[in-house]
């Protein structure tokens, strides 16, 4: 705080040796320790060589891909295309598991398989064991005992100019950033589902989400039909992405099927190309290593309990909770 201040004092004065004087009386730039750690890492260990997550950490990342694998059954169940999206990228490319500290896990869906999604997860309400939060960016899905939880994130696919040039890049960010202003301006509601709620309060609420997704997919629709372009660009819907975070087309398309973590699931056609555009080079340590989701919180007896008999369970078990009702045909 005393830096900054001593910096804003400096801006008016009229010589560099008198601004440079008063920015020195507010002290050295202080370095969060964060990054100080994180700088260590990256100019001494191989990231690839970092050891897998142990105890508690594990735990979470197992049950969420416990939770992730009945997710899978179900999407390939009901013909819904979905593509695994950001740490699991990093992860499949160096580990073929999770990132070590990684504790969530997320997969995106293009707006048509998203209100596909919709349509068949309102078939498994109410749910005994799981809780749905539903907002103008995320479709949340939490396993009630153990807290594991995936996002679902959508995406609109539009005709723009090249996303992997400068010029192409700016025109796209531009666009999303005046869809974002539009979007984060409006009133969306933020909804949960739980099984104490009756069908017809489920039914409203479901209503209201197809109205929102709906509204958010025409305003991008029409602020990208004045970008001119031939490629086909994928971009988030949700505004919780980073300015670039845009690919082409066929970066993720077709979706391939890849062994990740002792399991097959679906994700983009170039999983390097993605987190080259992400991220840059995701041989290094990230900035935001240290950071953990507040479901990571609790590391209570209680917990550690629920997450053990949850991964105890066969896949069918977990399937048979997730979408009580809906057999599983798949091969």
Same mark, same amino acid.
């Given at each position: 705080?005393?830096?900054?201040?001593?910096?804003?004092?400096?801006? &008016?004065?009229?010589?560099?040796?008198?601004?440079? $004087? /008063?920015?020195?009386?507010?002290?050295?730039?202080?370095? !969060? &320790?964060?990054?100080?750690?994180?700088?260590?890492?990256?100019?001494? =260990?191989?990231? +690839?060589?970092? *050891?897998?997550?142990?105890?508690?950490?594990?735990?979470?990342? #197992?049950?969420?891909?416990?939770?992730?694998?009945?997710?899978?059954?179900?999407?390939?169940?009901?013909?819904?295309?979905?593509?695994?999206?950001?740490?699991?990228?990093?992860?499949?490319?160096?580990?073929?598991?999770?990132?070590?500290?990684?504790?969530?896990?997320? /997969?995106?869906?293009?707006?048509?398989? $998203?209100?596909?999604?919709?349509?068949?997860?309102?078939?498994?309400?109410?749910?005994?064991?799981?809780?749905?939060?539903?907002?103008?960016?995320?479709?949340?899905?939490?396993?009630?005992?153990? @807290?594991?939880?995936?996002?679902?994130?959508?995406?609109?696919?539009?005709?723009? !100019?090249?996303?992997?040039?400068?010029?192409?890049?700016? #025109?796209?960010?531009?666009?999303?950033?005046?869809?974002? @202003?539009?979007?984060?301006?409006?009133?969306?509601?933020?909804? $949960?589902?739980?099984?104490?709620? *009756?069908?017809?309060?489920?039914?409203? =609420?479901?209503?209201? =989400?197809?109205?929102?997704?709906?509204?958010?997919?025409?305003?991008?629709?029409?602020?990208?039909?004045?970008? !001119?372009?031939?490629?086909?660009? /994928?971009?988030? =819907?949700?505004?919780?992405?980073? &300015?670039?975070?845009?690919?082409?087309?066929?970066?993720?398309?077709?979706?391939?099927?890849?062994?990740?973590?002792? @399991?097959?699931?679906?994700?983009? +056609?170039?999983?390097?190309?993605?987190?080259?555009?992400?991220?840059?080079?995701?041989?290094?340590?990230?900035?935001?290593?240290?950071?953990?989701?507040?479901?990571?919180?609790?590391?209570? &007896? *209680?917990?550690?309990?629920?997450?053990?008999?949850?991964?105890?369970?066969?896949?069918? *078990?977990?399937?048979?909770?997730?979408?009580?009702? #809906?057999?599983?045909?798949?091969?």
């Amino acid at each position: 705080m005393k830096r900054t201040l001593f910096r804003i004092l400096a801006f &008016p004065l009229p010589t560099r040796s008198m601004r440079n $004087y /008063v920015r020195r009386l507010g002290g050295p730039r202080v370095v !969060p &320790p964060t990054k100080r750690i994180t700088d260590i890492l990256r100019a001494t =260990i191989d990231i +690839s060589a970092v *050891s897998p997550a142990h105890g508690f950490l594990r735990y979470i990342q #197992q049950a969420n891909l416990q939770l992730l694998g009945a997710f899978d059954t179900f999407a390939r169940k009901n013909a819904i295309e979905y593509f695994m999206i950001g740490g699991a990228i990093a992860g499949l490319i160096r580990y073929g598991k999770c990132v070590p500290w990684d504790d969530d896990i997320d /997969v995106g869906m293009t707006a048509e398989n $998203y209100e596909k999604f919709l349509i068949a997860a309102r078939k498994i309400l109410p749910n005994d064991e799981y809780d749905l939060m539903l907002t103008s960016n995320v479709f949340r899905i939490v396993h009630k005992k153990t @807290r594991a939880f995936l996002d679902i994130l959508r995406y609109g696919v539009h005709s723009t !100019p090249n996303c992997y040039t400068d010029t192409g890049a700016n #025109q796209i960010a531009y666009a999303q950033q005046q869809y974002n @202003r539009v979007v984060q301006n409006k009133t969306f509601l933020k909804f $949960y589902v739980t099984n104490k709620m *009756s069908r017809t309060e489920i039914s409203d =609420i479901y209503a209201h =989400i197809y109205a929102q997704h709906r509204d958010a997919t025409k305003i991008q629709t029409e602020l990208f039909s004045y970008i !001119p372009g031939y490629d086909k660009t /994928v971009v988030p =819907i949700h505004t919780d992405g980073k &300015p670039f975070e845009f690919y082409s087309f066929d970066t993720i398309f077709p979706i391939v099927r890849k062994r990740f973590d002792g @399991r097959e699931l679906y994700f983009p +056609s170039d999983p390097e190309l993605y987190a080259t555009k992400c991220w840059g080079d995701i041989w290094q340590f990230p900035d935001d290593i240290f950071r953990t989701h507040e479901y990571t919180h609790d590391q209570s &007896p *209680s917990r550690l309990i629920n997450l053990r008999e949850y991964l105890k369970r066969d896949a069918k *078990s977990i399937y048979d909770g997730f979408a009580p009702g #809906q057999k599983d045909e798949t091969k």
